[in-house]
């Protein structure tokens, strides 16, 4: 009875993969695909990343102010959008001394030439007395790169009821 011990009875193996395998390679293929799937935005952008400087000034004691801003490596062909709002009271208007690609009322596009972009608005307010209103520029990409660092830039403006001038200002 020992041939019979050593005799295996199991079938023939069928060729090509058993559900086995294949279970396994599908289990640990999951946890690849979800480590892959977070790439960072900058990744995605094939034109790059451009650190924004965006400042207020307060100009004196008249009522204007300007934010400067400033857009180094700014590639060809990318499209950067700066958007002036105002909050508080009375308003404002602006002007620049760079010619936007296109301007809808107060938000502006820029492309870029694949140099640093540097423009300046001057913001003039338009306040009653003791009123005070707020300028906010803010920068976000639109396509071809990636904006970071600082965005956002304001010049705050008070018109002063005993001397009627505009000479209280913060700005950053």
Same mark, same amino acid.
């Given at each position: 009875?020992?041939?019979?011990?050593?005799?295996?009875?199991?079938?023939?193996?069928?060729?090509?993969?058993?559900?086995?395998?294949?279970?396994?390679?599908?289990?640990?293929?999951?946890?690849?695909?979800?480590?892959?799937?977070?790439?960072?935005?900058?990744?995605?952008?094939?034109?790059?990343? =451009?650190?924004?400087?965006?400042?207020?000034?307060?100009?004196? !004691? *008249?009522? !204007?102010?300007?934010?400067?801003?400033?857009?180094?490596?700014?590639?060809? *062909?990318?499209?950067?959008?700066?958007?002036?709002?105002?909050?508080?009271?009375?308003?404002? =208007?602006?002007?620049?001394?760079?010619?936007?690609?296109?301007? !809808? *009322?107060? !938000?502006?596009?820029?492309? +870029?030439?694949? *140099?640093?972009?540097?423009?300046?608005?001057?913001?003039?307010?338009?306040?009653?007395?003791?009123?005070? +209103?707020?300028?906010?520029?803010?920068?976000?990409?639109?396509?071809?790169?990636?904006?970071?660092?600082?965005?956002?830039?304001?010049?705050?403006?008070?018109?002063?009821?005993? =001397? +009627?001038?505009?000479?209280?200002?913060?700005?950053?």
């Amino acid at each position: 009875m020992d041939d019979l011990d050593d005799l295996d009875l199991r079938p023939d193996p069928k060729p090509g993969i058993d559900r086995r395998t294949l279970a396994k390679a599908a289990a640990w293929s999951v946890p690849a695909i979800l480590v892959a799937a977070p790439a960072p935005a900058y990744a995605a952008s094939p034109g790059g990343v =451009s650190s924004a400087s965006v400042i207020g000034s307060c100009n004196g !004691t *008249g009522r !204007t102010g300007t934010i400067q801003v400033v857009l180094p490596n700014l590639p060809l *062909g990318s499209i950067v959008q700066i958007t002036l709002q105002h909050s508080g009271q009375g308003g404002f =208007s602006a002007t620049t001394d760079f010619t936007p690609s296109s301007q !809808t *009322g107060s !938000t502006y596009l820029i492309e +870029g030439t694949g *140099g640093t972009f540097s423009g300046t608005f001057t913001i003039t307010f338009n306040l009653g007395t003791n009123q005070q +209103g707020t300028v906010t520029a803010t920068v976000a990409a639109v396509s071809g790169v990636v904006v970071e660092g600082d965005t956002t830039g304001f010049v705050t403006k008070r018109h002063d009821g005993n =001397s +009627g001038n505009y000479n209280q200002c913060s700005a950053g």
